[in-house]
């Protein structure tokens, strides 16, 4: 939402197919590219061609560029639509590519159609950011983006006025920068064993995952990315996080021995080694990482350091008695110390994270804060603040979108706990407590796009919209502008002009739910609502795909058995905001729950976690506590039941440091099985259903029993858990069954 918008009372300027644009003021280079990008964008999502036009001739659209130009800073503009007809003034050529964003979004609001003219309502627009820092941060260690794909991403960010791609190059799984003195990073560094959903990345599990950009992609990428005011920053984690340099250069760790590129998630004990031959190697990476990317900022991590090699190392230990440091904390602090005043002894400003922070340590002066600890109303960021740091906003609670959206049975594969679309643009960006001196220094609102379970571009895609526009308006609009149900009054059109750039965005905010019961013989009762509340979800009862004119869902429906509930989510110029979902109505729908309609027995929330993809669509998602194969069926309605079926995947442990909190559920010799209780985990058994041995990764398995006896009405919950060691092979539930 721009900062001020002044509509006229009438009038409108239609922009016609051929219409003229023209360039006032300055028109260099760097102009040049904003109204080729403008002319290209309208013409590609709108299908109409404006000409650019000389300064004397008729134009529809002008900008305006000038240095004295009445706006606020270097990325503001102004737009005044009138009988003139549209015209962007800003300051400079960032300001006025900011301006053809948005007259972009006034030639694309709902119900426009391709080809046809736009028509443009009068008024004015003063607008320029909230935030200096608008960031998203892409993780390609652990999955690998193509350069093309990174610049599609690039090109919608622009247009959600972001201006910052944290690139995330190095760690554990695999380093991707080119660093032509230690060729080994680029070779032993970018490859590791293709594990589980590597293997459909690769071609094989006998195929490595083997990933490095070169100095030209890279090169490529920053170019493209100034060309729309995107600054590149990349981000080289130190000194954890460091195993795949350790795989590369062994005497850069403390042990001297060579680990694996990790294939595990989560936080590696693998530290790079404190000392002056390891700063050497760093410095000479951070000259290559200046040389490639010409941004003032360079990341070197400082989060989620295991120091358990550290304690073990007497060097260590002797280092940091020799530098009369308290603890390992303060020694991490010395390191980044030094890689911190390196950078800035050459012009560059270093960013990191916030654990330091956390762990009671300062941080190098003059370093930039990104503080992902959301917890306890932003501490950690307000004691960034109070070190004197600029802080950037990123906290994991709701800025993390690799997160998984929802509970829905169709949703992505991603970690708890839930960022919803409503969480992400109700983010906490002033901490409570915060002083008006401090809040100055707030920089900037971040969204992480870790990779952990993003295989795919089309994973990043889902991840990523429409929470991204949450994110832009967090970062760009005023504090006053802010208001939820404005935001959900303008989303269908940004969620269209997704579709016209050809993204794939997710669903998950708007799609139906059913809650199903059957409270009566002959008709069941179906409940039907969405994440947010909003949209007109309309629904069909013979299994036809719902449409703008379908019945409204306004109330709870009494549908007869047999019935197939099929419904979907329209906004009110009838474009589709969720495509349809469907339930039958019959009493296997009431006997039969997929993992995600069950609960942990921990009470924790659930993983959603990928399984192996079968020979015809799409890959199975389950919901998973890792560590603990344990659920709960609440609330059940059984009674007569005499037959069980369970299908069931075990997925490879990958899990790292979650390893030490596992569950062993103890069965018998015979290998593993699904056991389920009545009532609760250590009540009576109902079934067992052996699983055998096999093996992780080995595709979805069915197993049917007889039940010993008919399940009796005193069973009101059930207690469902694989025996065996999950850290070798984490069993997941596909679908639990109960027949007569």
């Known amino acids: 939402m721009p900062a001020v918008v002044r509509p006229a009372a009438a009038g409108t300027v239609d922009i016609r197919d051929g219409a003229g644009v023209a ?24 299908g109409l061609t404006m000409r650019k036009v000389a300064g004397g001739e008729p134009a529809m659209v002008t900008f305006d560029v000038r240095s004295d130009a009445p706006v606020v800073g270097e990325e503001g503009y102004a737009i005044a639509v009138g009988e003139q007809g549209i015209v962007v003034t800003a300051r400079t050529p960032r300001g006025a590519f900011y301006g053809s964003v948005t007259v972009w979004q006034l030639m694309t609001q709902p119900g426009w159609t391709r080809g046809e003219p736009a028509r443009v309502p009068y008024g004015n627009i003063e607008d320029h950011p909230r935030f200096a820092w608008r960031a998203v941060l892409l993780d390609s260690s652990r999955h690998y983006q193509g350069a093309d794909e990174i610049k599609r991403l690039i090109d919608v960010m622009s247009l959600d006025k972001l201006n910052v791609l944290v690139w995330h190059l190095t760690d554990d799984q695999g380093w991707r920068l080119p660093v032509p003195s230690y060729p080994e990073l680029s070779t032993t560094g970018a490859c590791r064993d293709a594990v589980g959903n590597d293997s459909e990345v690769t071609g094989a599990p006998t195929k490595p995952y083997c990933k490095v950009y070169t100095t030209a992609e890279i090169g490529d990428i920053v170019r493209y990315a100034a060309a729309r005011y995107v600054e590149i920053v990349p981000e080289i984690d130190l000194p954890g996080h460091s195993q795949a340099a350790i795989a590369a250069y062994p005497w850069l760790g403390v042990t001297g021995k060579r680990p694996p ?36 900022y360079i990341s070197i991590g400082g989060d989620e350091a295991d120091k358990q090699q550290w304690n073990a190392s007497p060097e260590v230990n002797a280092q940091m008695k020799a530098l009369k440091l308290a603890n390992m904390d303060e020694l991490q602090g010395w390191f980044m110390q030094q890689v911190a005043t390196y950078l800035v002894e050459h012009g560059r400003t270093p960013v990191g994270w916030d654990d330091e922070v956390a762990a009671g340590v300062a941080l190098p002066q003059g370093q930039v804060v990104m503080s992902w600890h959301g917890d306890h109303d932003e501490r950690v960021a307000l004691a960034a603040l109070r070190q004197g740091h600029d802080v950037v906003m990123t906290p994991q609670e709701s800025l993390y979108f690799d997160h998984r959206q929802s509970g829905h049975a169709d949703e992505w594969a991603g970690p708890p706990p839930e960022v919803t679309l409503r969480d992400a643009y109700d983010t906490q960006l002033v901490p409570p407590g915060t002083r008006a001196d401090e809040a100055k220094h707030i920089v900037g609102v971040q969204a992480g796009l870790w990779s952990e379970q993003l295989l795919t571009f089309a994973h990043v895609q889902h991840a990523a919209f429409p929470r991204i526009a949450a994110l832009a308006e967090l970062g760009w609009s005023p504090p006053a502008a802010h208001d939820w149900d404005g935001f959900l009054a303008r989303l269908p059109g940004e969620l269209a002009r997704y579709r016209a750039l050809g993204i794939a965005s997710a669903d998950s905010a708007f799609a139906p739910t059913f809650e199903i019961s059957h409270p009566a013989e002959g008709a069941f009762r179906a409940v039907l609502a969405n994440q947010i509340h909003a949209g007109d979800i309309r629904y069909t009862i013979d299994g036809t795909e719902p449409a703008a004119n379908s019945p409204t869902y306004t109330q709870p429906l009494s549908l007869p058995v047999g019935a197939t509930l099929r419904a979907a989510t329209f906004a009110t110029d009838g474009s589709v905001l969720a495509t349809a979902r469907s339930t039958s109505l019959d009493e296997a729908t009431l006997w039969s729950r997929d993992s995600s ?50 299908t069931a995947e075990k997925l490879p442990w990958r899990y790292g440091d979650e390893a030490r909190g596992a569950v062993v559920h103890s069965g018998n010799d015979t290998g593993d099985a699904i056991e389920i209780h009545a009532n609760r985990c250590d009540g009576p058994r109902l079934a067992m259903l052996p699983l055998g041995s096999v093996l992780p990764a080995g595709g979805l398995v069915r197993r049917e029993t007889n039940l010993p006896a008919r399940i009796a009405a005193d069973v009101h919950a059930l207690c469902v858990f694989a025996t065996g060691d999950p850290r070798q092979g984490q069993w997941a539930i596909g679908k639990l069954s109960f027949l007569k």
């Open 261 to 296: 590129v990790w294939t595990d998630w989560g936080v590696s004990p693998w530290l790079l080694n404190p000392n002056a031959k390891t700063l050497r190697f760093v410095t000479d990476v951070m000259d290559e990482a200046m040389r490639l990317f010409p941004s003032r």
């Open 597 to 646: 309609a069950l609960e942990t027995c921990s009470g924790e929330p659930p993983s959603r976690l990928q399984g192996s993809a079968p020979a015809h669509g799409p890959s199975p998602v389950y919901a998973v506590e890792i560590g603990n194969a344990c659920w709960i069926w609440p609330a059940v309605s059984l009674q007569g039941a005499t037959r069980v079926a369970v």
């Open 23 to 46: 360039v006032r003021g300055v028109s260099d280079a760097a102009m040049a590219t904003v109204v080729d990008n403008f002319v290209q964008r309208l013409a590609t999502v709108r």
